[in-house]
């Protein structure tokens, strides 16, 4: 999203219409890959991830 968004210049337009700058607490993040080469792809699966809160700090 950082990248996409251009460290937030830039927003980005979700499908449901909604404009987002960074990802928010709350979001669910999920990443694939693949890698394909002489006529063989293989997959890397699924990561998923959902961002939570910091913990408030106390010093």
Do not use: H, V, Y
Not at 18 to 40: C, I, K, P, S, W
Request: proline share 7%; charged share 25%.
């Amino acid at each position: 999203m950082l990248e996409i968004s251009w460290g937030g210049e830039n927003p980005l337009t979700l499908d449901t219409g909604e404009t987002r700058r960074f990802l928010e607490d709350g979001d669910t993040l999920t990443l694939t890959g693949a890698a394909q080469g002489n006529g063989n792809r293989i997959g890397f699966g699924e990561c998923k991830g959902r961002i939570l809160p910091a913990p408030e700090f106390n010093p």
